[in-house]
């Protein structure tokens, strides 16, 4: 029997589905295709048109289903985004095999993950807001507080360091990616441009602002920042350095 945990609340059954604790003895005939199926399926309706255009509605009809006959499979399209954070974030990449110093594992780590929200540009919207996570997404942070071990830092700064990497890296993917579409929805080149027409008779007001955009033409590339946050990461770990070091007296 699966288990309960009163903390899940109503993220309970997306708990179940993630971590595979649902009841495999279900009677009845055999299902006309597997979870995984369903849920790749959702994921290439969300890669072409958008977040915004899954339905259950319109996910049943590319099977050739009755919307009632989907939630034979998830309980709605919450539970169902879920699994497609899941499966489409899937495992991080080993980084033994790509560097032996953190910043280098980071760094490949932190690609990695803007990858996946230029796969899937979905992803972006999905995930953000806090909610009970599936063990693919939760083994990316576990990769990310890997890297940093050897450091020397503390499991409370390991964990901000990783935690200011996927800001930046989110925040990044939403200036290089195209808009999905919705009120207001600009892409990065977009919003520099606009915001460049508005400071035009407004130099005096924002000379700062107007100055930097005035000398960006577009917008940043999508590494953009990330040195300035290792570069902090690293200066913490210097100072963890110096504090261990004997003195010289």
Request: net charge neutral.
């Amino acid at each position: 029997m699966a288990r309960k945990h009163p903390v899940f609340g109503d993220q309970e059954a997306s708990v179940k589905l993630l971590w595979k604790e649902t009841s495999t003895g279900r009677r009845g005939p055999k299902p006309a295709l597997t979870l995984e199926q369903l849920v790749d399926g959702a994921i290439k309706l969300a890669d072409t048109q958008g977040l915004a255009a899954l339905s259950m509605e319109k996910l049943a009809r590319e099977f050739n289903f009755t919307p009632m006959a989907l939630y034979r499979y998830v309980p709605g399209k919450a539970e169902l985004i879920d699994l497609m954070i899941e499966r489409g974030l899937g495992m991080p990449p080993p980084l033994e095999g790509e560097a032996t110093a953190w910043r280098d594992k980071l760094l490949f780590w932190a690609e990695s993950m803007a990858d996946v929200f230029r796969q899937h540009p979905w992803s972006l919207e999905a995930t953000g807001h806090l909610r009970v996570m599936g063990p693919c997404e939760l083994a990316w942070l576990e990769a990310g507080l890997d890297a940093l071990a050897p450091t020397g830092l503390t499991p409370a700064e390991r964990h901000s360091a990783c935690l200011a990497l996927v800001s930046l890296i989110r925040t990044n993917a939403q200036f290089s990616m195209a808009p999905s579409g919705g009120h207001q929805a600009m892409s990065g080149v977009q919003w520099a441009t606009a915001t460049r027409a508005l400071l035009e008779t407004r130099e005096a007001r924002y000379p700062q602002l107007s100055h930097v955009l005035s000398h960006q033409r577009d917008a940043d590339p999508p590494g953009s920042g990330l040195a300035w946050v290792l570069d902090g990461i690293a200066a913490r770990i210097e100072q963890r350095k110096r504090k261990r070091r004997p003195s010289a007296e």
